[in-house]
Nanobody, 126 residues
Framework: EVQLVESGGGLVQAGGSLRLSCAASEFSFEDKDIGWWRQVPGKVREGVSCMARSGGTTVYAASVQGRFTISTDNAKATLYLNMDNLKPEDTAVYFC???????????????????WGRGTLVTVSS
């Protein structure tokens, strides 16, 4: 069964850092576009970052530019999101995604999402 499993969420104080991981099972995302989205209960899921594997394009939401970094480890079939200088407004459930068509619309966008992770909660206290 194809799965994406996130980990690394938790409670952190404002100004702190976290690294989220997204491990893929039963498939490889080496030739696929990848990304991270987040959602606050009652609000629309918003794009945080996406990366196009073929062209090397990387897109970040304006709200996280300069603080978050997306990366991958193909050998481990794992996608990462390094988050620094966290703010209370970063509190959300974070989801990884694998698909195609990463673009800046502006902001991160995947034209088609093949798989979503189940999410990991990040809580930033003030």
């Amino acid at each position: 069964e194809v799965q994406l499993v996130e980990s690394g969420g938790g409670l952190v104080q404002a100004g702190g850092s976290l690294r989220l991981s997204c491990a893929a099972s039963e498939f490889s995302f080496e030739d696929k576009d990848i990304g991270w989205w987040r959602q606050v209960p009652g609000k629309v899921r918003e794009g945080v970052s996406c990366m196009a594997r073929s062209g090397g394009t990387t897109v970040y939401a304006a709200s996280v530019q300069g603080r978050f970094t997306i990366s991958t480890d193909n050998a481990k079939a794992t996608l990462y999101l390094n988050m620094d200088n966290l703010k209370p407004e970063d509190t959300a459930v974070y989801f990884c995604a694998v698909g195609e068509g990463c673009a800046n619309v502006p902001g991160p966008y995947l034209r088609n999402v093949y798989h979503w992770g189940r999410g990991t909660l990040v809580t930033v206290s003030s």
